[in-house]
């Protein structure tokens, strides 16, 4: 098959779309090797993703007005490409495909992450909501089959697009395999000296939004004295203003931000953590509870939604908005030997779900399913 994809968040983006972009093609290529990857990017940056030219063909735009208005030709320019081509299926990687898409001649699915801007409409702009659903409906429609992250993603599409279920298709993310090396002790010391962290602490990883809750979190550690570091690893966004005045306003200086953390260290930082808190309030999946249960560290998130998928049954699950009951899990974790050593063991077993191969295999399967449907 000649399968190509909307590539710019794997080249571009750092965190969630891009993380599920780049770990979703190097399996594929990797453990499909017969297919032909074609990489459809408005530019390419190597910084985070360096593919094998011969594994995937990068097709970025070659007119000058395409080079310039980069969005038009991702939105509008890039169905004739396809066609040119020759394209058996196209897969929008990250919740849009092409508008005026050749739906005659090209099959095409889309992944949808989240409809987190429909769920919790105050934290977006009304002119982003209005973009956000006009592509997200416009590919459900369009594309031949979705794929939903989780059954949390696949219940909201039916619920806000009124999309048939049988049109649904859930294949979990998976993990990139770097997680799961453990990493000897002398290279974790050399990252505990390059980003100055303590020699116990709870991790934080997540983009600094007001969503991702934070907030409640370094709360939970100073209302109820705990007394040990928290690492934050995120982008920061202007919520970050309120947990900073939070910080000052009470002389916390246990809080520690690491900023340009390197993709590469994240595995051993991680392997380096006591525990690993993720308070989100909502989410699509939630990759870094993945990421904390590949390198066996027990974790701590929220109830509800999809977090459960992600975490699965030795997981602490708590009420993100309440401080006690944040504060108890996380007291708990740290006092229990056996009960870390439990939640590592069933952790880690529970991620081996969502391994490369079984991500790849399950997104082929659909890749064949519409194939045959054709």
């Known amino acids: 098959m000649r399968i190509g994809y909307d590539a710019k968040q794997a080249f571009f983006n750092k965190s969630g779309l891009g993380s599920y972009s780049r770990n979703l093609l190097h399996g594929l290529a990797k453990n499909y090797p017969e297919n032909e990857y074609f990489l459809y990017t408005p530019g390419i940056d190597f910084g985070l993703f360096e593919p094998q030219p011969d594994q995937f063909s990068i097709k970025a735009p070659k ?12 939105s509008f320019s890039l169905s004739r490409q396809l066609n040119m081509d020759r394209i058996d299926i196209f897969h929008g990687l990250t919740h849009e495909i092409p508008y005026n898409f050749p739906m005659n001649k090209i099959k095409s699915l889309v992944t949808i992450h989240d409809l987190i801007f429909l769920r919790l409409p105050h934290l977006y702009r009304a002119i982003d909501r209005s973009v956000y659903e006009h592509k997200i409906r416009y590919a459900c429609a369009t594309s ?21 279920e049988e049109k649904i298709d859930v294949v979990y993310q998976g993990c990139n395999p770097m997680f799961s090396r453990d990493l000897p002790q002398v290279e974790k010391e050399i990252l505990r000296l390059k980003y100055l962290l303590p020699k116990s602490f709870i991790l934080y990883v997540g983009t600094i939004e ?50 340009a ?20 309030i909502f989410e699509g999946f939630g990759i870094p509870i993945l990421e904390a249960l590949y390198s066996k560290v027990p974790v701590i998130t929220s109830k509800g939604g999809c977090f459960a998928e992600a975490g699965g049954p030795s997981t602490l699950y708590v009420d993100p908005n309440n ?52």
């Not at 979705?146 to 048939?164: C, E, G, L, R």
Request: glycine share 2%; net charge positive.
């Open 144 to 164: 031949n089959r979705i794929i939903a992250v989780s059954k949390q993603t696949a219940m909201d599409i039916m619920d806000f697009f009124d999309v048939n």
């Open 323 to 374: 401080v006690d009951e944040m504060a108890a899990a996380i007291k708990k974790v740290l006092s229990d030997k056996r009960l870390k050593e439990t939640m590592i063991k069933d952790g880690y077993r529970h991620a081996r779900k969502f391994d490369e191969e079984k991500v790849s295999s399950n997104i082929i399967n659909v890749y064949q399913q519409v194939v045959d449907n054709a």
């Open 63 to 74: 007119k000058l007005f395409h080079r310039i208005f980069r969005s038009y030709w991702r």
């Open 210 to 259: 007001e969503r991702k809750n934070l907030l409640t979190l370094i709360k939970a550690l100073y209302y109820s004295k705990i007394d040990i570091p928290l690492v934050v690893i995120g982008k920061h966004t202007r919520y970050l203003n309120r947990i900073i005045e939070f910080i000052e306003m009470h002389g916390l200086i246990n809080v520690i931000f690491c900023d």
């Open 261 to 280: 953390v390197q993709n590469q260290d994240l595995p051993g930082i991680y392997q380096l953590a006591d525990l690993f808190v993720y308070p989100s």
